[in-house]
């Protein structure tokens, strides 16, 4: 059973425009959600997170909305880079069970010059 | 560069044997999580220890172990190991036991011929 669900294994956008990458997830306990970036050979990159008690978070180009009603969260990227191309993991946590991180399948970001 | 150490980055070894995967967390961080990621499943979440104690466990098989030393270094031992372990292993650090943010190392290549 899969918690945590990225529907859109790839995404190709436009330098300059904006990149939005989607996550669903099932499992209402969750305390926290997160946005990693992956490059080829290297580990998961923390980007952002945010608390299930908000909808919104924003951190410089990025922001990552929360619709609890929906179980669904997404990550806007503005504008976007080619330095942006990478995989993007979303991952939820909950305090309860020691917020180890379940993650999402992974979107590949490739943004265009 | 997150601060988090592994050792060794590439291990190639035979069915049936044992290896020994190395995690120098970031320094003051009190949470060591190991995690694996195969091509058919992803990241996936195999146990997590807190200052020493083990907290909290995933998809970990029997054939795993692992523990967290008192300098807070970590070790994942896999035993008989099979074609099927071929994965990327990684560690992950936070300072707390329940908190949001974890820091990846780079990982551990485990090749199993």
């Known amino acids: 059973d899969q918690q945590v669900k990225q529907n859109s294994p790839s995404l190709s956008v436009q330098e300059g425009r904006i990149s939005i990458l989607n996550c669903d997830y099932t499992?209402?306990?969750?305390?926290?959600f997160l946005w990693y970036k992956k490059y080829p050979a290297e580990g998961p990159t923390f980007l952002i997170s945010?608390?299930?008690?908000?909808d919104k978070n924003e951190d410089g180009r990025f922001t990552v909305f929360l619709n609890k009603s929906a179980k669904h969260l997404s990550l806007h990227i503005v504008p976007s880079q080619p330095g942006d191309s990478a995989v993007y993991f979303c991952?939820?946590?909950?305090?309860?069970?020691?917020?180890?991180?379940?993650f999402g399948g992974g979107t590949r970001l490739m943004v265009k010059p | 560069d997150s601060g988090v150490t592994q050792t060794p980055k590439h291990l190639i070894t035979a069915t049936g044997q044992r290896v020994t995967l190395r995690c120098s967390p970031r320094?003051?961080?009190?949470?060591v999580y190991w995690y694996q990621q195969s091509l058919d499943q992803g990241l996936q979440f195999l146990i997590q220890?807190?200052?020493?104690?083990?907290?909290a466990k995933g998809n970990i098989l029997e054939r795993f172990s692992a523990q967290q030393f008192p300098d807070l270094h970590s070790e994942l031992n896999l035993s008989s190991l099979e074609l099927g372990d071929s994965a990327l292993y990684f560690c992950a650090s936070s300072v707390e036991r329940e908190t949001d943010e974890q820091f990846f190392g780079p990982g551990t290549r485990l090749t199993v011929l």
């Open positions: 220890y807190y200052n020493g104690e083990e907290r």
């Open positions: 499992n209402s306990m969750f305390d926290y």
């Open positions: 991952a939820a946590s909950a305090v309860h069970a020691g917020n180890m991180l379940t």
């Open positions: 945010i608390s299930s008690i908000k």
């Open positions: 320094s003051g961080d009190l949470s």
